[in-house]
T-cell receptor, first 115, second 117 residues
Framework: AQSVTQLDSHVSVSEGTPVLLRCNYS??????LFWYVQHPNKGLQLLLK??????LVKGINGFEAEFKKSETSFHLTKPSAHMSDAAEYFC?????????????FGQGTTLQVKP | GAVVSQHPSWVICKSGTSVKIECRSL??????MFWYRQFPKQSLMLMAT?????????EQGVEKDKFLINHASLTLSTLTVTSAHPEDSSFYIC?????????????FGAGTRLSVL
């Protein structure tokens, strides 16, 4: 069965410092993995997706994530945090090998950015 | 591209009334849409899969007669909360699946906050 675990429920960084949001997954097949961001009272925006084409995936707003099969991880990083990055971040895995679109969400990580 | 519009963004209703929420894919056709419910400070809970031209598939524990889903066209799915009660108050989010370079990607609406008095 597919599952995803976000290791931190809350991460706090200072503006201009690096961001690391950790995600581990479990999958019985080669997964599709995503990171989505949700600002308060808003829907979710796709940050980036892993589709097995390349292990280092670059997304929008300077974010990137690295797929590490040996560690079953898909951590999200950004070199320098901006105040506008404060939001809820979800690590997501496809629910089935056919990638029909159904997803399994992590519990979310709240990113706080301090001035 | 891949914009999903959800309407209304906020609705207040009296207990016992029904509320309809619309989800539209604006620049692509979506055979499949999803409806989620999100409680404060929690992740998204999948309620149902909406398939164009056929009945929706509901997740375990979700009352299909309570949450009516209609996917009448390739760009529109609706969720109707029937006989709403205060415990139905929540944030409801829809998504539409768009095929992007051979991969199915979910694009999300902005959500609807339902408050039942």
């Amino acid at each position: 069965a597919q599952s995803v675990t976000q290791l931190d429920s809350h991460v706090s960084v200072s503006e201009g410092t690096p961001v690391l949001l950790r995600c581990n997954y479990s999958s019985s097949y080669s997964p599709s993995l995503f990171w989505y961001v949700q600002h308060p009272n808003k829907g979710l925006q796709l940050l980036l997706k892993y589709t097995s084409a390349a292990t280092l995936v670059k997304g929008i707003n300077g974010f990137e994530a690295e797929f590490k099969k040996s560690e079953t991880s898909f951590h999200l990083t950004k070199p320098s945090a901006h105040m506008s990055d404060a939001a809820e971040y979800f690590c997501v895995v496809s629910a089935n090998p056919g990638n029909t679109g159904k997803l399994i969400f992590g519990q979310g990580t709240t990113l706080q950015v301090k001035p | 591209g891949a914009v999903v519009s959800q309407h209304p963004s906020w609705v207040i209703c009296k207990s016992g009334t029904s509320v309809k929420i619309e989800c539209r894919s604006l620049d692509f056709q979506a055979t499949t849409m999803f409806w989620y419910r999100q409680f404060p400070k929690q992740s998204l809970m999948l309620m149902a899969t909406s398939n164009e031209g056929s009945k929706a598939t509901y997740e375990q524990g979700v009352e299909k007669d309570k949450f009516l889903i209609n996917h009448a066209s390739l760009t529109l799915s609706t969720l109707t909360v029937t006989s709403a009660h205060p415990e139905d108050s929540s944030f409801y989010i829809c998504s539409a699946v768009n095929r992007d370079r051979g991969m199915n990607i979910q694009y999300f609406g902005a959500g609807t906050r339902l408050s039942v008095l």
